[in-house]
């Protein structure tokens, strides 16, 4: 079987910084996909990495190192809508993290 | 396009009752998804179908539950008979087998309360 482990929960400032990681150990692996979700909505995509090296959106910026099994998404400049819950998943497995993923909680 | 269609929205039922929940993917997607998400268990993937055929009903929780897509625009959840257990938000979400980063398209989920 296949896992996605995240840590499960950050705080920070406005205008900071927050990695979030995401360690996997499966087979078929396609490429390592983002996903954000506010309370009570749909997750919605943000990013998608199927070679290794970092991937730059706007504010949010995503990594992969195959040979790790690893991969972190990292969202700059905190604003306060950030505040929501991460998922990584697996791609070609079609299983998005287990639990309840990583909730980054932004404060003033 | 509308984007992934889910009824109902909400739904609150007693224990015992068949409970439908419905699905409507985004045209010309050929995988569809479903998941239920708790507090306590998170997100989880329930089952999948590529072209209307299940692939992958590994993680449907037991018989109670059952899932069909009859087409390509339609997709069924059915849990009979409904434990209280079973309260959850259940997301159904499509991909595109021609995309890239192979992102899923979520619908706003059918919330569902069983007292």
């Known amino acids: 079987g296949q896992s996605l482990e995240q840590p499960s929960e950050v705080t920070a400032v406005e205008g900071a910084i927050v990695q979030i990681n995401c360690t996997y150990q499966t087979s078929g692996f396609y490429g390592l996909s983002w996903y954000q979700q506010h309370d009570g909505g749909a997750p919605t995509f943000l990013s998608y990495?199927?070679?290794?090296g970092l991937e730059e959106t706007g504010r949010f910026s995503s990594f992969l190192s195959r040979s790790d099994s690893y991969g972190y998404l990292l969202l700059q400049e905190l604003q306060m809508k950030d505040s929501a819950s991460y998922f990584c998943?697996?791609?070609?497995?079609?299983?998005?993290?287990f639990g309840k993923g990583n909730q980054v909680v932004v404060i003033p | 396009d509308a984007g992934v269609i889910q009824s109902p929205r909400h739904e609150v039922t007693e224990m015992g009752q068949e409970v439908t929940l419905r699905c409507k993917p985004i045209s010309g997607h050929n995988s569809l998804f479903w998941y239920r998400q708790t507090m306590m268990r998170g997100l989880e993937l329930l089952i999948y179908?590529?072209?209307?055929?299940?692939?992958?009903d590994s993680g449907m929780p037991e018989d109670r539950f059952s899932a069909k897509m009859p087409n390509a625009s339609f997709s069924t959840l059915k849990i009979q008979p409904s434990e209280p257990r079973d309260s959850a938000v259940y997301f159904c979400?499509?991909?595109?087998?021609?995309?890239?980063?192979?992102?899923?398209?979520f619908g706003e989920g059918s919330r569902l309360t069983v007292l």
């Open positions: 979400a499509s991909r595109s087998g021609t995309s890239g980063s192979g992102e899923l398209f």
């Open positions: 179908f590529n072209n209307n055929v299940p692939i992958d």
């Open positions: 990495n199927a070679l290794d």
């Open positions: 998943e697996d791609y070609g497995n079609n299983r998005l993290a």
